[in-house]
């Protein structure tokens, strides 16, 4: 439905023969293995391991964190109860009396904090670098997980207030880490980097989720915290070691790779990190289909990341130990179609000389109509645990795809300022997170099938209409207001 003009092709050959450009003669192309930017992805798909881990602990702990629970867990799920041969559940630690709104308050409340410092994040990325910010933004949620049982002990406003600076120092983490990226990654190689580095979220998710709630089973939920908070520790003190900002400050990273990297990006970063042009950056179309997008896409994945361990315990009736290891599997396969889109995206668009925009778009659709299609089905499984975990699986599995769609897109439309745009879009990606669980739990007070098919509607529906808005609206091409400061001398 979008039209391209002339010079929209053109830009958009910054991702396609770069390696054959005459102008800049013929770049050797260094090898992935060993190499210091495939070092970076990893170490930084550790980070937001650790990023989501402690994100998530939460909504299966809370579970366990609750006065009515070793009755609901046994009596008062919609569906009967999934009872195995287990020993006796650890209920040593405090629980609270926390009803429902409250419950979704204290789910919601990391995400109060982490508006905060998205374009914050982005702006003092750019111009200081990105990473003592990313690092020290993980630390500061580390330390903050470690005091949770603390704040619980002490009232829920506590517990929302622990849980504010939690966000407060893990916002800074995406925009940090798209800057990075763009002093990092060779156009050809954004998918496969970029789709390695952030899937340490669903990782996190997948790891989590099962061993918070074995956790809980047999220790108590307290240690959930002290124990994935130890977890970040060791990864702070290896991002410190083994991270520089950028290929020409690593100590490490051969002379071919830094060549090959500063060669790849030449045409494409400014020159100075002083001038934003943020007039244009607000008026940028492109900018607000992906503003669109990552709103929607993100309704649904924080309403299943913050709400599916309470809705595999009150409607499907499993228990603290099953719960957390089928809450995973959702998140395990968006783990994998992420990974293997970052593939392909790349291969398309290197082998195939497949267009950024078309690349991006498609990618988005299956990404985001997918997911919304088997979210409203899994509502009509009623006591099917089968057949619900296997759509909400398909559904988040889905959802994965979108990593090499409009996800990335900012480094497509704007490298140089990457991280801000970022910081732009993931701040309304975050209204989801503060009003989609007090919005899903003020819907479901009796936890009945009927009142989960209202959340699940809601989120496919604004899930298609993303998609619609960025298939619409969506570029795949560098921005003229993104290189206006290139050629000035």
């Not at 952030?198 to 108590?220: E, K, N, R, W």
């Not at 480094?411 to 732009?424: E, H, K, R, V």
């Not at 009003?435 to 007070?445: F, N």
Request: aromatic share 14%; with cysteine.
């Amino acid at each position: 439905m979008m039209e391209h003009s002339a010079s929209d092709s053109e830009t958009e050959d910054h991702v396609q023969p770069l390696l054959r450009r005459k102008d800049t003669g013929d770049i050797q192309k260094a090898p992935a293995c060993c190499s210091s930017r495939y070092g970076l992805a990893f170490l930084s798909c550790y980070g937001f391991f650790v990023a989501y881990a402690l994100r998530v602990n939460l909504s299966v702990a809370m579970v366990d964190m609750l006065k009515n629970r070793s009755s609901v867990n046994n009596s008062s799920s919609v569906c009967p109860h999934h009872s195995i041969p287990v020993p006796k559940h650890n209920h040593t630690a405090s629980v609270y009396d926390w009803d429902s709104e409250t419950q979704g308050w204290i789910l919601g409340s990391f995400f109060y904090g982490y508006i905060l410092t998205q374009i914050p994040g982005g702006y003092l990325a750019r111009k200081y670098g990105a990473k003592w910010l990313f690092g020290i933004g993980i630390l500061c949620t580390v330390i903050f997980t470690l005091l949770t049982p603390v704040a619980a002990d002490l009232g829920a406003g506590y517990l929302i207030a622990v849980r504010v600076l939690e966000g407060i120092g893990e916002g800074v983490s995406y925009p940090a880490m798209h800057a990075m990226w763009a002093s990092w990654a060779p156009p050809l190689e954004r998918s496969r980097l970029l789709t390695i580095s952030y899937t340490g979220a669903q990782l996190g998710t997948v790891v989590a989720l099962p061993l918070s709630g074995q956790i809980c089973f047999y220790l108590d939920w307290t240690y959930v915290f002290y124990i994935f908070g130890a977890v970040g520790l060791l990864w702070f003190v290896l991002w410190a070691y083994f991270v520089s900002n950028s290929p020409s400050l690593h100590k490490r990273i051969s002379e071919d790779e830094k060549t090959y990297i500063m060669a790849s990006l030449k045409n494409e970063l400014s020159p100075t990190t002083d001038y934003i042009p943020w007039t244009s950056i607000l008026k940028s179309l492109p900018l607000w289909a992906i503003v669109v997008a990552h709103f929607s896409y993100n309704w649904t994945f924080y309403t299943l990341l913050t709400l599916l361990p309470t809705y595999m315990n009150d409607i499907l009736g499993f228990s603290i130990q099953q719960n957390g290891m089928l809450s995973a599997l959702p998140y395990l396969g968006c783990w994998l179609l992420a990974l293997l889109g970052g593939q392909l995206a790349d291969l398309l668009r290197e082998k195939y000389l497949i267009r950024t925009v078309i690349v991006r778009k498609a990618f988005t659709i299956v990404g985001m109509v997918g997911p919304a299609v088997f979210l409203v089905a899994a509502g009509y499984t009623g006591c099917n645990y089968v057949l619900a975990i296997a759509f909400l699986t398909l559904s988040s599995s889905l959802g994965g795809v979108s990593a090499s769609g409009f996800n990335i897109n900012h480094l497509d439309i704007a490298p140089s300022y990457a991280g801000i745009l970022l910081g732009i879009t993931n701040s309304f990606a975050t209204i989801p997170g503060m009003v989609g669980p007090v919005i899903a739990r003020s819907l479901t007070k009796s936890n009945t099938i009927p009142e989960w098919q209202i959340v699940f509607y809601i989120s496919a529906a604004i899930n298609i209409f993303g998609a619609v808005f960025f298939t619409m609206f969506g570029k795949g091409t560098l921005q003229p207001w993104a290189v206006q400061r290139i050629h000035i001398r």
